[in-house]
């Protein structure tokens, strides 16, 4: 079975940094432009960024431009989400998916919490 | 930048048929066939219903169909059944490569 398995999450004060993965198995990872999605407490879906198959093109957000960066390691099947600077605002569950022509594939998520 | 709106919520009695609209803009819904749609329940990952405007994946209810219309795409469920009691999301790819979700719809079965 196809599937996407996120870590990394937890509690992380303000101004702080958080490392995210993302597990991808039985598929062929290194073929797909892949992406992370989150979602705060509540609230509706937010695209973040995507990374094109080998990691030479990559899109962002405007809310995460220059704090948060996505990169891939296709030799290890796995994707990546640097977060920096951290907000409250960025408290939500972090999915990654794989596209296009859609979000097909979806992890279980990961919880960010920044708080104090 | 900003999220395509959706209605907040949208309600049936079973065997309806409901449908829910996610309008865009011009740089998005309007000049994409990268419009897909998703089913959230609690708690859960986000499922894709539909993809490329009207396109089922496999194991998807052919009760879950799709339009467009210029800068507005749509999401019919018919036949409505519990199960389909969920959060629904629009998203489109844009002009600049980047992509946008809906604000989400509730549907609820009566």
């Known amino acids: 079975e196809m599937q996407l398995v996120e870590s990394g999450g937890g509690l992380v004060q303000p101004g702080g940094s958080l490392r995210l993965s993302c597990a991808a198995s039985?598929?062929?990872?290194?073929?797909?432009?892949m992406n992370w999605v989150r979602q705060a407490p509540g609230k509706g879906l937010e695209w973040l960024a995507n990374?094109?198959?080998?990691?030479?093109?990559?899109y962002y957000v405007d809310s995460v431009k220059g704090r948060f960066t996505i990169s891939r390691d296709n030799a290890k099947n796995s994707l990546y989400l640097q977060m920096n600077s951290l907000r409250a605002e960025d408290t939500a569950v972090y999915y990654c998916a794989r596209s296009p022509p859609a979000f097909d594939i979806w992890g279980q998520g990961s919880m960010v919490t920044v708080s104090s | 930048q900003s999220a395509l709106t959706q209605p907040a919520s949208v309600s049936g009695s079973p065997g309806q048929s409901i449908t829910i609209s996610c309008t865009g803009t011009s740089s998005d819904v309007g000049s994409s066939n990268y419009v897909s749609w998703y089913q959230q329940h609690p708690g859960k990952a986000p499922k894709l219903m539909l993809y490329?405007?009207?396109h089922r994946p496999s194991g998807v209810s052919n009760r879950f169909s799709g339009s467009k219309s210029g800068n507005t795409a749509s999401l019919t469920v018919s036949g409505l059944q519990a199960e389909d009691e969920a959060d629904y999301y629009c998203?489109?790819?844009?002009?600049?490569?980047?992509?946008?979700f809906g604000t989400g719809t509730k549907v609820t079965v009566l």
């Open positions: 998203s489109s790819y844009t002009t600049t490569n980047t992509y946008f």
């Open positions: 490329q405007v009207s």
């Open positions: 039985e598929f062929t990872f290194r073929s797909y432009w």
């Open positions: 990374i094109n198959q080998d990691g030479s093109e990559k």
